[in-house]
């Protein structure tokens, strides 16, 4: 058995030890519950030793989903008093107690990577699956579109919750009537590696806000202070819906509505790209105001499908400022804070992603070196949430699921590839 063989087992076992019986879990205590894109990467991993368990995975993801086609973020399947905001706070309006928000839609660039190891298998599943993607992303293009360029209603709806993307709009929230509450994070993971009180304030007020409104995107659209176009949401839906009209070809659906979106959405993303910055930025709606961050989801646009030259230039760069991966803030960057969640730390799944775009570009020398800067990271410090990337520095939850996913999919010497 050879080193990289024993760091598979432990991939498996966190699989294993956090799977629920159909969903898994991101980590034991911190984050109870099935979340969308954790469960998305969660799918990648158990497609490498069980292809049903990976499809039964994405499937159960798709149970959730309410009639207006929004997939959420978080599905509360069972109790758990250990995490807050809880369903009752959030009073989701779907077939299972849910959250009121959806999350970066990688489910179908996932799924797709999971139809290829098996397109027959994967052809069967999928055609359960691709009217629900449809309606999914058809909710997106409906609801969360500016200038064609995909908005987020609260930051934990691009995954990113405390990047400094959203500085501008949570500073024009007066989160006034909030009341007191019990954070559950800190009490797993050390207070200095999250979100701050004056963040989470915001984020239950939103919380708060949605759930008096019944969810009803309309009526939440109207007035809203929060709302962002984002390079993360952008960009991840633009790879998806090229992945959905893969398969969907595959099947012998009709494709061409999702074309016609791709185009909006090339067009929207370039309405991102921030001439002062040189990259592609985050864009506030409400007051036009740039976020001005050289982020880890500015580099997504390669998965996306979509090359600057700058963006190469800028890569490199950004890289020559850490040891492991890409960062999602760069230390020359004065909000830099290594450990604290979106500010500065390094995440495998955001490197995975970004890989495969580079790939796509044809940048395999560099796809590559990414690969194994990530399969170090994990092999010295183990399957955290994320890290640091300027010493490695594990952070946030452990025995993570998503680390230990992307590992056996993509990191691992051992991977088959993707």
């Given at each position: 058995m050879?080193?990289?063989?024993?760091f598979?087992?432990?991939?498996?076992?966190?699989?294993?030890?956090?799977?629920?019986?159909?969903?898994?879990?991101?980590?034991?205590?911190?984050?109870?519950?099935?979340?969308?894109?954790d469960?998305?990467f969660?799918?990648?991993?158990?497609?490498?030793?069980?292809?049903d368990?990976?499809?039964?995975?994405?499937?159960?993801l798709?149970?959730?989903?309410?009639?207006?086609?929004?997939?959420?973020?978080?599905?509360?399947?069972?109790?758990?008093?250990?995490?807050?905001?809880?369903?009752?706070?959030w009073?989701?309006t779907?077939?299972?107690?849910?959250?009121?928000?959806?999350?970066?839609?990688?489910?179908?660039?996932?799924?797709r990577?999971?139809y290829?190891?098996?397109?027959?298998?994967?052809?069967?599943?999928?055609?359960?699956l691709?009217?629900?993607?449809?309606?999914?992303?058809r909710?997106f293009?409906?609801?969360?579109?500016d200038?064609?360029a995909v908005?987020?209603?609260?930051?934990?709806?691009?995954g990113?919750?405390?990047?400094?993307?959203?500085?501008?709009?949570?500073?024009?929230?007066t989160?006034d009537g909030?009341?007191?509450?019990?954070r559950?994070?800190?009490?797993?993971?050390?207070?200095?590696?999250?979100?701050?009180?004056?963040?989470y304030?915001?984020?239950?007020?939103?919380?708060?806000?949605?759930?008096r409104?019944?969810?009803?995107?309309?009526?939440?659209?109207?007035?809203?202070?929060?709302?962002?176009a984002?390079?993360?949401?952008?960009?991840?839906?633009?790879r998806?819906?090229?992945?959905?009209?893969?398969?969907?070809?595959?099947?012998?659906?009709?494709?061409?509505?999702?074309?016609?979106w791709?185009?909006?959405?090339?067009?929207?993303a370039?309405?991102?790209?921030?001439?002062?910055?040189?990259?592609y930025?985050?864009?506030?709606?409400?007051s036009?105001?740039?976020?001005?961050?050289?982020?880890?989801?500015?580099?997504?646009?390669?998965?996306?499908?979509?090359?600057?030259?700058?963006?190469?230039?800028?890569?490199?760069?950004?890289l020559?400022?850490?040891k492991?991966g890409v960062?999602?803030?760069?230390?020359?960057?004065?909000r830099?804070?290594?450990?604290?969640?979106?500010?500065?730390?390094?995440?495998?799944?955001?490197?995975?992603m970004?890989?495969?775009?580079?790939?796509d570009?044809?940048l395999?020398?560099?796809?590559?070196a990414?690969?194994?800067s990530?399969?170090?990271?994990v092999?010295?410090?183990?399957?955290?949430?994320?890290?640091?990337?300027?010493?490695g520095?594990?952070?946030?939850?452990?025995?993570?699921?998503w680390?230990?996913?992307?590992?056996?999919?993509?990191?691992?010497?051992?991977?088959?590839?993707?």
């Amino acid at each position: 058995m050879t080193w990289a063989d024993g760091f598979d087992e432990q991939a498996r076992e966190i699989l294993r030890r956090n799977d629920r019986g159909g969903y898994t879990i991101p980590t034991s205590g911190l984050y109870p519950y099935q979340w969308n894109w954790d469960s998305a990467f969660a799918a990648l991993g158990f497609a490498q030793f069980d292809l049903d368990r990976a499809w039964c995975e994405i499937e159960t993801l798709f149970t959730g989903q309410w009639t207006n086609g929004m997939v959420p973020h978080i599905l509360f399947h069972a109790p758990d008093e250990g995490y807050f905001p809880s369903h009752e706070v959030w009073q989701g309006t779907g077939p299972i107690p849910s959250s009121g928000i959806s999350q970066p839609p990688v489910a179908a660039t996932m799924a797709r990577l999971i139809y290829e190891r098996d397109p027959e298998i994967g052809a069967a599943r999928m055609e359960m699956l691709f009217d629900k993607m449809v309606a999914w992303h058809r909710w997106f293009m409906a609801w969360r579109l500016d200038r064609g360029a995909v908005c987020v209603t609260h930051p934990w709806e691009a995954g990113r919750d405390n990047a400094p993307d959203w500085d501008v709009a949570m500073a024009a929230i007066t989160p006034d009537g909030v009341g007191e509450y019990k954070r559950r994070d800190t009490s797993h993971v050390d207070s200095s590696m999250r979100p701050t009180k004056y963040d989470y304030d915001r984020y239950i007020w939103l919380v708060q806000r949605g759930a008096r409104l019944g969810w009803d995107e309309a009526a939440m659209l109207d007035g809203t202070p929060f709302r962002v176009a984002d390079p993360t949401m952008t960009f991840t839906l633009l790879r998806a819906m090229r992945d959905l009209a893969v398969m969907g070809a595959a099947l012998g659906r009709d494709t061409g509505e999702i074309e016609g979106w791709i185009k909006v959405l090339e067009a929207g993303a370039a309405t991102l790209w921030n001439d002062d910055l040189g990259c592609y930025d985050s864009r506030d709606v409400r007051s036009g105001t740039w976020a001005g961050a050289v982020s880890n989801a500015s580099f997504l646009c390669w998965y996306a499908g979509i090359d600057r030259p700058e963006m190469r230039d800028l890569y490199r760069d950004v890289l020559a400022q850490v040891k492991y991966g890409v960062p999602s803030l760069p230390p020359s960057d004065d909000r830099f804070d290594g450990k604290r969640y979106w500010r500065g730390p390094v995440w495998g799944v955001m490197n995975l992603m970004i890989a495969l775009g580079l790939a796509d570009m044809g940048l395999t020398d560099e796809a590559e070196a990414l690969r194994a800067s990530t399969a170090d990271l994990v092999a010295q410090q183990g399957f955290a949430e994320y890290f640091d990337p300027r010493d490695g520095g594990p952070a946030g939850g452990s025995s993570f699921t998503w680390t230990a996913a992307i590992w056996l999919g993509w990191a691992s010497p051992n991977a088959q590839g993707v």
